[in-house]
């Protein structure tokens, strides 16, 4: 039996979404640039499936910038806050995705700016508290905290951050929503946010395609150049099938989200209930509570006297995928940043299960008694 367990990292493509691309990896190939009437259909194409997309999170079709990715996103909001909006300094936490973490890094040496790091308790919850002291410091600021950390599923309560943003003056708000983009409903128009950014990998759309969110009243340069693509925000030929796959994914996951929530919400804790049966030592990062945590994630601290290092490869040897962390770090030597700020990890073996709506309570239960023959050795009956 095969089962996927790692939709953190990606989805699978769903079906209907390979034969929405189909036409335009064959059919409709024109350049969407182009003024003859193969460049007018794709280009047609493009704009409606942006205005669906835009229509989705209640922005306008000018707010929405197709790029690459989250990352490339993620780069692009920060950097042109730096560049374009005269960006100071940067607000954020040390369990970021590296696209932030990185990309603060290299502004603070390539640009002087400031970064400031916020606490984060046992659970990756970043300090609130510590936040709006450092607002009160007059200095022109981008805050930029993830709606959920991809590794620990910790829920940073959006709305409230937004609010406190939004009370002072100079200050720009920015979220890494990759992994909660499809997965929950956002509109920013209520949450008045400055940048947000997809990837649609993450729900069962294509690789290589995604957007960032600009607010309208924000006037950013391109950090691609070359083209007047995306209103001259981003040069290059546009991802035609990829743009047309992800506003399909998305149509997909809004068709019936509340659904779609309550069964990978109880997988997930049926999972968890489960693993805490098998013993009560076992922990789960980020859970303080189910609606303080990302839904489709479960991270799983297994005590090492009873677990070590090999259980990630013992699970594959039984056709179960899982990660130990983010895929974006597993051709690193270095442990999990994220992991490294949490108490007491030396003293666990983690694993992270990441459901999505495709994925059964049979995937679950094959999954569960795995675990118990490779670290409880209990074996089942045949």
């Known amino acids: 039996m095969k089962v996927y367990l790692d939709n953190a990292a990606t989805?699978?493509?769903?079906?209907?979404?390979?034969?929405?691309?189909?036409?335009?990896?064959?059919?409709?190939?024109?350049?969407?640039?182009?003024?003859?009437?193969?460049?007018?259909?794709?280009?047609?194409?493009?704009?409606?499936?942006?205005?669906?997309?835009a229509d989705y999170i209640n922005a306008e079709n000018s707010e929405i910038i197709f790029t690459s990715g989250g990352t490339e996103a993620d780069n692009m909001a920060m950097r042109c806050a730096v560049l374009d909006l005269n960006v100071k300094r940067i607000i954020t936490s040390k369990i970021e995705h590296h696209a932030v973490g990185h990309t603060a890094e290299n502004l603070k040496d390539s640009h002087n700016i400031e970064v400031v790091y916020?606490?984060?308790?046992?659970?990756?919850n970043p300090s609130i508290d510590e936040l709006e002291e450092l607002l009160k410091i007059e200095v022109k600021t981008l805050v930029s905290l993830m709606h959920a950390n991809n590794e620990i599923g910790t829920l940073l309560p959006i709305e409230e951050v937004s609010l406190l943003c939004n009370s002072y003056e100079n200050v720009y708000f920015?979220?890494?929503?990759v992994q909660t983009m499809c997965h929950y409903l956002l509109d920013v128009k209520k949450l008045k946010i400055d940048f947000l950014v997809c990837s649609a990998h993450k729900f069962h759309g294509p690789k290589g395609?995604?957007?960032?969110?600009?607010?309208?009243?924000?006037?950013?340069?391109?950090?691609?150049?070359?083209?007047?693509?995306?209103?001259?925000?981003?040069?290059?030929?546009?991802?035609l099938y990829g743009i047309i796959g992800l506003a399909k994914a998305m149509e997909l996951a809004f068709s019936d989200l509340k659904n779609h929530q309550k069964h990978v919400r109880e997988l997930k804790y049926y999972m968890k209930d489960e693993l805490y049966k098998m013993d009560s030592r076992i922990i789960f990062h980020g859970e303080t509570?189910?609606?303080?945590?990302?839904?489709?994630?479960?991270?799983?601290?297994?005590p090492k006297d009873i677990?070590?290092?090999?259980?990630?490869?013992?699970?594959?040897?039984?056709?179960?995928?899982?990660?130990?962390?983010?895929?974006?770090?597993?051709?690193?030597?270095?442990?999990?940043?994220?992991?490294?700020?949490l108490p007491d990890q030396d003293?666990?073996?983690?694993?992270?299960?990441?459901?999505?709506?495709?994925?059964?309570?049979?995937?679950?239960?094959?999954?569960?008694?795995?675990?118990?023959?490779?670290?409880?050795?209990?074996v089942s009956p045949q």
């Open 11 to 53: 989805t699978s493509i769903a079906k209907e979404v390979i034969t929405e691309i189909e036409p335009y990896l064959s059919t409709y190939f024109g350049n969407p640039s182009s003024t003859h009437s193969f460049g007018r259909k794709t280009k047609n194409a493009i704009e409606i499936s942006r205005k669906k997309i």
């Open 209 to 239: 395609i995604g957007f960032l969110y600009v607010n309208k009243n924000l006037h950013l340069n391109p950090i691609i150049t070359g083209g007047a693509q995306e209103r001259n925000h981003r040069g290059g030929t546009e991802n």
């Open 289 to 302: 509570d189910p609606n303080k945590s990302l839904y489709t994630v479960l991270s799983v601290g297994f």
């Open 118 to 124: 916020l606490t984060t308790d046992k659970y990756g």
């Open 174 to 177: 920015h979220s890494d929503t």
């Open 307 to 341: 677990c070590n290092s090999m259980l990630l490869f013992s699970l594959d040897i039984f056709g179960i995928a899982a990660s130990g962390g983010s895929a974006c770090s597993a051709g690193s030597n270095k442990g999990s940043h994220v992991l490294a700020e």
């Open 347 to 378: 003293k666990f073996q983690t694993v992270r299960f990441s459901l999505c709506r495709y994925n059964t309570k049979k995937e679950v239960d094959y999954t569960l008694d795995k675990i118990r023959t490779i670290v409880f050795f209990i």
